[in-house]
Nanobody, 128 residues
Framework: QVQLVESGGGLGQTGGSLRLSCAAS????????MGWFRQAPGKEREFVAA????????YYADSVKGRFTISGDNAKNTVYLQMNSLTPEDTAVYYC?????????????????????WGVGTQVTVSS
């Protein structure tokens, strides 16, 4: 079992930056990949970014590519999401997720259904 705790959310400004952290505890050795998803009021949960621990391969939604960067510190069992060039469209609750299932094809990690563990989320609000 894995516990995930997000932090770093809050109020940002258009064009500014925020850095989210996700600390994992428990059976972290079984995690193959971790990702970030977000959900705005009235909208469905959407993929933001993911990272594969074994190879360090990263994946990004088109809406955040070039602006957001996902990274991990294996020694600290922590994943980060650096968010730059923020816009009001980035306003949402951001969730950290982890999966203990291995997939040969990386695109599976873009699907929320493959993740086994979820944090409670952290609110990100970007003002204009």
């Amino acid at each position: 079992q894995v516990q995930l705790v997000e932090s770093g959310g809050g109020l940002g400004q258009t064009g500014g930056s925020l850095r989210l952290s996700c600390a994992a505890s428990g059976r972290t050795f079984s995690n193959y990949a971790m990702g970030w998803f977000r959900q705005a009021p009235g909208k469905e949960r959407e993929f933001v970014a993911a990272i594969n621990w074994s190879g360090g391969k990263t994946y990004y939604a088109d809406s955040v590519k070039g602006r957001f960067t996902i990274s991990g510190d294996n020694a600290k069992n922590t994943v980060y999401l650096q968010m730059n060039s923020l816009t009001p469209e980035d306003t949402a609750v951001y969730y950290c997720a982890a999966t203990s299932t291995y997939y040969t094809l990386g695109y599976y990690y873009l699907n929320a259904n493959v993740y086994d563990y979820w944090g409670v989320g952290t609110q990100v609000t970007v003002s204009s």
